[in-house]
Nanobody
Framework: VQLQASGGGSVQAGGSLRLSCAAS????????VGWFRQAPGKERDFVAA????????IYADSVKGRFTASRDNAKNTVYLQMNSLKPEDTAVYYC????????????????WGQGTLVTVSS
């Protein structure tokens, strides 16, 4: 299953955005989904993961208390609500289904689609 992130944009520091992640043509209600981000010249870093039932979420320390991951399996969509955005949150954001291994590594996820750019200005 390949997932596509959308909803990025440009906001000022302190603002909010909600990203969406959807699969085309297939359901992924049984898959844990991860959110990652990649700033220019940097590696793809873990942001959050939400389990298939939506009952468990995991966050990177840098976004705890500001970002919330959720899912609506009826709509086949996963969300990342981002509040209190900071300039250091600027990156291309990706979502992908979990395969195996640690949630904190991009290599544990697969079928990366095109990301969505989030730009936060100070």
């Amino acid at each position: 299953v390949q997932l596509q992130a959308s909803g990025g944009g440009s906001v000022q520091a302190g603002g909010s955005l909600r990203l969406s992640c959807a699969a085309s043509g297939q359901t992924f209600s049984s898959a844990t989904v991860g959110w990652f981000r990649q700033a220019p010249g940097k590696e793809r870093d873990f942001v959050a993961a939400v389990t298939w039932g939506g009952g468990s979420t995991i966050y990177a320390d840098s976004v705890k208390g500001r970002f919330t991951a959720s899912r609506d399996n009826a709509k086949n969509t996963v969300y990342l609500q981002m509040n209190s955005l900071k300039p250091e949150d600027t990156a291309v954001y990706y979502c992908a289904p979990y395969r195996s291994g640690s949630y904190y590594y991009a290599s544990s996820f697969g079928s990366w689609g095109q990301g969505t750019l989030v730009t936060v200005s100070s």
